[in-house]
């Protein structure tokens, strides 16, 4: 994408003050009216959005859906009218710019002037075009909020229930719920939405999405890294660096175009050039500050730093190892213009110059076009944002780290320098304050079962809440559960029947506790290879209850008897993981250590435990990393009996080496306080086998109930179920 430079110079700051001066004043001077007054203009969508809510709350539901839907519609709208009157304004009185450099400074000012009303009238008559009187006048910053934070698809989500139009209220939940990801209650409606009969998939779908494409690209980006798809991840961060840049100049634009309020005159009288400076710095702040406001995903504070360089640095790896020599100098050049002093860039610079020896033409590739512009532009407005801070006592928050300090004013370096210090040390403390586990387990328990033994601790392992675990098996019970996935695992088990969910070069099978059952009663296994493999589940979590000294109920969230094989032919020169680095319960972000707890993440998961069967296989190594997903902390060799066992938040990411010959085998199991978000499944399964007459070994003492109110407890099973079949079941997933 393409990004235009101005060919004025310092003056400019003034020159746009002027137009916005104008501009505003224009606005702000209006007279209001109403929104049905001007037909074929564009209302007040504030008005709409009042006269929505009013309805609303006296349950007139049609008029309710109406006027928000239009409130929505005539923003948009408009935020798309702005931009389109900027670009049609920006050459609008060019032909005086000449004129200002030849002039000498008792015209200069008039010349000026005239050029900045040729701008003005231009933007003015294009958005009155389209734009009531009314509707260019600013709306206040709750409106701005309600919008901010989606709340308007909040009162949609229920007007539309309340109609019985129901794929518009999953919709509008949805939507309501990505920028929303803590508000429980709306969690709760979407499970009911997904489980009514007749909705489709294209109702949750983020209506907001067009101003979020980059972060669908960022996320496609990520997800092709982690397979080693590196044509296909080039693809996508290009995709993902232009898109950035587009929705960095949309926001840009709107800060020309935007109605503002004009401040009152304040105690001390300024003239119109302190006027003018104020006003051109509060815009090249607005500016400066679409940087972070790009950089933040929906339903998230803080902004991920250095989001355009990071993808720079992610695009040229991807294109080295894509084989595009080319592509990576010039995406290296682009990501030098940030740091241009960073010790790995250069030093990777040197490594793709050599390879590229003989070919003259890539040797002398450049940075990117839009990048030297972008740095170039930034910079001219830091100097001029800096300059109001050392002489005009204006208040600017740089949002970017790259900021070389030459562009700071001798007299701002030394405080600038010790506020640089200051964040940099609060990062630190920051990295150290995410490596606490707040979960409230604490590995170190007793281990109840005889024979078992702790293999490997927090301290040999590197970490918090860690535990390796050997004896749990015996080699006879390993064979036994080996057979029995040989005979009912299926393909895609517990993946939505995806052959290979993680990776194309192994085959996935999984066989769950119920299935397990049904085959059995089927004849199709034998039954006590069904029921060992129930039992096992239960010593496991007898374990897991006791060594991380656990005072609440612990439950099954979800089991599953998964076996990875290495597909033949398919080996040579593999350089992705059999399941790339994760967390089991939040949304890892390696580049910001930040692990954030929503979906689709399984938010209810507290401890997970792997326990394996078999190492007759090559590669499968299980290990642990730090929140980068890159330094590897620990290692776990699989074998016969061996459980790995820790908690499921962000201390703990962990992953699977590649499996490149044979079947790896084992029992994946994960735990939560939650009740309600117990397996039931497994319920079903134990309520199958007591209506056949059999006992169930279960350990209840933590449920305050004793072992005499089993038949009573069998009893109400139906109830309980029908009670929790509210709860959706989501995908599966695997350590």
């Not at 037909?39 to 859906?65: C, H, K, M, N, Q």
């Not at 702005?82 to 010349?111: I, Q, T």
Request: charged fraction near 25%; charge should be negative.
């Amino acid at each position: 994408m393409a990004l235009r430079s101005n060919s004025c110079h310092v003056y400019v700051a003034l020159q746009i003050a002027l137009f916005f001066v104008i501009n505003n004043a224009s606005v702000t001077g209006s007279s209001g009216q109403s929104s049905e007054s001007l037909s074929g203009l564009l209302p007040p969508y504030d008005e709409l959005y009042y006269r929505g809510v009013r309805a609303y709350f006296t349950e007139e539901w049609e008029r309710a859906a109406e006027f928000i839907e239009k409130s929505i519609s005539t923003r948009e709208t408009l935020l798309k009218t702005r931009r389109k009157c900027h670009d049609e304004c920006l050459s609008a009185g060019d032909d005086r710019l000449s004129k200002l450099d030849a002039l000498d400074g008792s015209l200069w000012d008039l010349w000026a002037l005239d050029w900045i009303q040729l701008r003005a009238e231009c933007v003015r008559f294009c958005m009155g075009r389209s734009v009531s009187p009314a509707g260019l006048l600013p709306v206040s910053s709750d409106i701005e909020y309600e919008f901010g934070t989606r709340n308007p698809y909040n009162f949609l989500q229920v007007t539309y229930y309340k109609l019985d139009k129901l794929q518009k209220a999953a919709s509008a939940a949805h939507t309501f719920f990505v920028a929303n990801p803590s508000h429980l209650e709306m969690r709760n409606n979407l499970e009911k939405y997904r489980r009514m009969t007749g909705m489709k998939d294209e109702a949750f779908q983020d209506r907001e999405r067009e101003h979020e494409k980059h972060w669908e690209m960022y996320d496609a980006a990520i997800q092709a890294e982690s397979s080693s798809d590196w044509l296909k991840a080039v693809m996508k961060w290009g995709e993902c660096v232009n898109e950035t840049l587009k929705q960095t100049e949309e926001c840009r634009a709107q800060c020309v175009t935007a109605s503002q309020v004009i401040p009152e005159e304040p105690d001390t009288v300024q003239g119109v050039y302190e006027r003018a400076a104020a006003l051109s710095l509060s815009l090249l702040s607005c500016k400066q500050t679409c940087v972070s406001l790009v950089s933040i995903r929906p339903g998230r504070v803080s902004a991920v730093e250095d989001f355009l360089p990071m993808q720079l640095e992610h695009l040229h790896i991807a294109q080295y190892k894509a084989g595009d020599l080319k592509g990576a100098v010039e995406s290296l050049w682009s990501l030098l213009l940030f740091y241009p002093t960073d010790s790995d860039s250069l030093s990777n610079l040197q490594l793709y110059t050599q390879n590229l020896e003989g070919d003259t033409e890539a040797q002398e590739t450049g940075p990117l076009q839009e990048i030297a512009m972008y740095i170039s532009r930034a910079l001219e407005e830091k100097r001029l944002l800096y300059f109001g801070m050392a002489n005009l006592d204006f208040k600017f928050s740089d949002p970017d780290l790259w900021m070389p300090e030459d562009v700071v004013p001798e007299s701002l370096r030394e405080s600038w320098r010790a506020e640089k210090q200051l964040l940099h040390e609060k990062l630190k403390q920051g990295e150290k304050v995410e490596e606490v586990d707040d979960s409230g387990f604490y590995a170190g328990g007793p281990v109840p079962v005889v024979g078992v033994t702790i293999t490997m601790d927090d301290q040999r392992l590197n970490g918090t809440n860690r535990v390796v675990l050997d004896g749990v098996l015996s080699q006879s019970e390993c064979d036994r559960v080996m057979q029995l996935a040989t005979v009912a695992a299926s393909v895609g088990d517990g993946y939505r029947g995806r052959r290979s969910p993680h990776t194309p070069h192994e085959k996935f099978e999984g066989l769950t506790v119920l299935r397990a059952l049904k085959l059995a009663q089927d004849g199709l296994v034998n039954q006590s290879d069904a029921r060992l493999l129930h039992e096992i589940g239960e010593t496991a979590r007898v374990l897991m209850h006791s060594h991380f000294r656990s005072h609440s109920t612990l439950y099954f969230s979800y089991t599953h008897l998964v076996c990875r094989s290495a597909i033949p032919g398919h080996q040579e020169g593999r350089s992705d993981l059999s399941h790339p680095v994760h967390v089991d319960n939040c949304i890892l972000e390696p580049e910001t250590r930040q692990c954030w707890r929503e979906p689709p993440a399984f938010v209810h998961r507290d401890l997970s435990a792997v326990l394996y069967l078999n190492d007759d296989f090559e590669g499968g190594e299980f290990f642990f990393t730090d929140r980068d997903a890159k330094t590897v902390t620990a290692n776990v060799k699989p074998t016969c009996g061996r459980l790995v066992g820790f908690t499921s938040g962000p201390v703990n990411p962990h992953g699977v080496t590649a499996i490149t010959a044979g079947r790896r085998c084992a029992l994946a199991l994960w735990f939560t306080t939650k009740k309600h978000h117990r397996d039931m499944e497994r319920e079903e399964a134990e309520a199958l086998w007591a209506a056949d007459g059999h006992s169930v070994v279960k350990e209840e003492k933590d449920d305050g109930k004793s072992p005499s109110n089993s038949a009573r407890r069998g009893r109400s099973q139906v109830r309980e179920k029908s009670k929790d079949r509210e709860r959706v079941t989501g995908r599966r997933d695997e350590l």
